[in-house]
């Protein structure tokens, strides 16, 4: 492969960047800049250099992950069975980045870490790992799934797995670098795996690669993917879905009453939310619960390991789980924008309230979503925080009350087209809100009970203020109509 073909292939993914919002780029910039520079001008000690060289290790993986996953999308599979040479140069391609990510890495861990903790063979064999991960996550995305839901246990399975990790550290121990070596030589004969050669398992892989980066568009979007969109191929997995989507929708038009307002809100609820709508949301998060039950059951009856352990190992990254299927989904009101086609008729709807009314209402639906939300998130983290004693796991929920109550009484007429950037701005800051609460409760020692009194106090006025000026707004439907 000469220079020219693989600058081609290396400035893919560059050169495909979305060019309708590049500020916020440069806001991604500041915020790995700024910080960066204030570590070095205002602290001292390890801190110094450590943050500086934590942020380049996150950029250079949240980069690689960006370069692995575009190498995967330039191998469709016709450019590999009829473009000669396509698949030699996007896999000399990747295994010019893996070794040039494993590098830095690997340079950034030894600089920072000391040896006594992590000596640079292990921390070059970390690195190439976690490198041969990220390319691998992006052609099989349930990589992911394993990794956040078995990384808390770690901890708990090394102490009932002691037999195998004394085995294995005793050959590291014994042949430090012929184990390298292997360990290398294995990592890097996976990365040209990773693409395929137009056979008949590539078009399914990649079939599979290309919907699930719909899904994912559609949720930068603020869509949230229907049943037979996360389940295609899987059909037998979805029937229960549908079947209960479906009773819901025939029982809210069996009942339908236009003297009733309950009735019309119900029905408007289904359009203007559509697959955003409670009920996908209730199925979703009940299968994700029952799923991680079932996983933690598994290892309590295989290891013995305490329950109590493992919810304590994993208490923070199931609290966040909850916190995400609770209230991201409301914080963009992205399908308003997406159903304005049928807000249109669903205004001509006899008894649909008007006006005032109608903003009121809106507003209210997405109001009372969220809410609720947010109110069964703390119900299921409150006996995660008794467990753990970190009670300040429920400033997720908690926080979601003013960031909901900002959401929902928001003008939709002035919504502009979603985008990836403008759906996730809304969630980065929430969590930030909420990291910056937990922090404060958790780790500076602040009273917990007055701070959160006090600001669902200013945001219930905050709130009443907002909610009186609806009654100025533009009317709701169709939203988006002044852009």
């Known amino acids: 492969m000469n220079t020219a073909q693989l600058s081609q292939v290396l400035l893919a993914a560059w050169r495909q960047r979305d060019r309708s919002s590049p500020w916020g780029r440069w806001l991604i910039a500041a915020l790995v800049v700024l910080p960066s520079v204030a570590s070095v001008l205002l602290l001292q000690g390890p801190a110094r250099w450590g943050l500086p060289a934590g942020i380049s290790l996150v950029i250079i993986h949240i980069g690689w992950l960006l370069m692995a996953a575009n190498l995967q999308m330039q191998n469709t599979p016709s450019a590999a069975r009829f473009v000669p040479g396509h698949v030699r140069a996007l896999r000399q391609a990747g295994l010019l980045c893996w070794v040039a990510c494993t590098a830095a890495s690997c340079l950034l861990l030894v600089l920072v870490m000391p040896t006594r903790l992590l000596t640079w063979q292990a921390a070059l064999l970390g690195s190439a790992a976690a490198v041969t991960f990220t390319m691998w996550s992006t052609r099989i995305w349930w990589l ?200 249109a008729l669903l205004r001509l709807l006899p008894g649909l309230p008007q006006g005032h009314g109608l903003n009121r209402a809106v507003a209210w639906l997405s109001l ?69 609460a937990y922090v404060g409760t958790e780790r500076l020692g602040l009273p917990m009970v007055p701070w959160a009194v006090g600001m669902l106090a200013v945001s219930a006025a905050w709130g009443a203020w907002r909610w009186r000026r609806l009654d100025h707004q533009p009317a709701a439907l169709p939203a988006g109509r002044l852009r």
């Open 144 to 343: 992911w799934l394993l990794f956040f839901f078995w990384g808390p246990l770690l901890g708990v399975l090394s102490e009932h797995l002691p037999l195998t990790l004394q085995a294995a550290q005793a050959l590291w121990h014994e042949h430090q670098h012929l184990t390298l070596a292997a360990g290398l030589l294995g990592l890097g004969a996976l990365m040209p795996a990773a693409f395929g050669q137009g056979d008949a398992a590539h078009r399914r892989a990649y079939g599979r690669l290309s919907r699930l980066q719909e899904m994912q568009r559609l949720f930068q979007e603020g869509h949230q993917a229907t049943p037979a969109q996360a389940f295609v191929g899987l059909e037998r997995f979805s029937r229960p879905f549908n079947a209960v989507i479906t009773a819901w929708r025939e029982h809210v038009l069996r009942r339908a009453d236009n003297t009733s307002t309950a009735s019309l809100l119900a029905r408007a609820e289904i359009v203007l939310h559509a697959n955003q709508h409670w009920v996908y949301q209730l199925l979703t998060a009940a299968s994700i619960i029952a799923s991680l039950a079932l996983m933690l059951g598994v290892v309590v009856a295989w290891t013995g390991a305490p329950w109590q352990d493992l919810i304590h190992h994993g208490a923070f990254g199931i609290t966040v789980g909850l916190g995400s299927m609770a209230v991201i989904p409301m914080l963009g009101r992205a399908m308003l924008w997406q159903t304005r086609r049928e807000q």
């Open 368 to 436: 009372r979503h969220a809410l609720l939300a947010a109110v069964l998130a703390a119900v299921l983290i409150l006996p995660l925080c008794r467990i753990t004693d970190q009670w300040g796991l429920l400033w997720l929920p908690l926080m979601a009350v003013p960031w909901s109550l900002w959401t929902a009484t928001r003008s939709p007429a002035h919504m502009r087209q979603p985008t990836g950037l403008r759906s996730m701005l809304p969630v980065m800051a929430y969590y930030l809100s909420a990291a910056v």
